[in-house]
């Protein structure tokens, strides 16, 4: 099996790799605007792609080099994202855990009231 790299090929991938990732944040953006509120997931999902798309952006040598930031940068904001995205999910798995306790404890769900 022959695995020939072609080395130029893969930093278009982080371009290309970035391109995808604008594509993603402009319908979540729309989906947002859409929606008309911040506590809604597409907006919290396209603050989460911004801070990704930001990282990406900052990993791109020829950018780094051009702008004269720190080359773990890029890589910090990733962390960043994560933990963002992490938080996200993690309210709303306690809210939406927190709502279900309240609706099966709601005395219109007993039989106690015949």
Known sequence: ?????????????????????LVSLAFFVLLSIKSKSIRTFQ????????????????????LAAFLSIPESLGSQIHVGATIFLTFIIWIRFYYSEKGIKNL????ADTDTQK
């Not at 982080?14 to 995808?20: F, H, P, V």
């Not at 099966?104 to 005395?107: G, I, L």
């Open 1 to 21: 099996m022959n695995l020939d790299l072609n080395l130029e090929f893969i930093p278009s991938m982080s371009i290309i790799t970035s391109i995808l990732f």
């Open 43 to 62: 907006f919290q999902i396209s603050l989460f792609i911004g801070l990704y798309v930001l990282g990406e952006i900052i990993e791109i040598k020829e």
């Open 104 to 107: 099966v404890d709601s005395p």
